[in-house]
Nanobody, 124 residues
Framework: EAQLVESGGGLVQAGGSLRLSCTASGFTFDDYAIGWFRQAPGKEREGVSCIAVGAGASYYTDAVKGRFTISRDDAKNTVYLQMTNLKPEDTANYYC?????????????????WGKGTLVTVSS
């Protein structure tokens, strides 16, 4: 069974850091781009960042540029989202996804697999 499992969420003060992990199993991880979405209560889901097959490229939404860094370790079937200088508006459930294809419209692609999410809460 294909799975994506997120971890690393928690409560942090504004200005702090967290590292989210997304670990895959049950499918060929190397063949997929991996993305992170987030959804805050009462808000629409937002594509935060993604990383291409082979880690050759990445995208970030403007709100997190310069603060978040995405990386992948294919030997561990894991993608990381390093989040620094966190702000209260970063508070959300964070979900990782696996998808095929690549481009600036990645958020609109059909996602093959989804994780169940990890909660990030940033206090002011």
């Amino acid at each position: 069974e294909a799975q994506l499992v997120e971890s690393g969420g928690g409560l942090v003060q504004a200005g702090g850091s967290l590292r989210l992990s997304c670990t895959a199993s049950g499918f060929t991880f190397d063949d997929y781009a991996i993305g992170w979405f987030r959804q805050a209560p009462g808000k629409e889901r937002e594509g935060v960042s993604c990383i291409a097959v082979g880690a050759g490229a990445s995208y970030y939404t403007d709100a997190v540029k310069g603060r978040f860094t995405i990386s992948r370790d294919d030997a561990k079937n894991t993608v990381y989202l390093q989040m620094t200088n966190l702000k209260p508006e970063d508070t959300a459930n964070y979900y990782c996804t696996a998808f095929r294809g690549w481009g600036p419209s990645w958020r609109d692609y059909a996602m093959t697999y989804w994780g169940k999410g990890t909660l990030v809460t940033v206090s002011s």
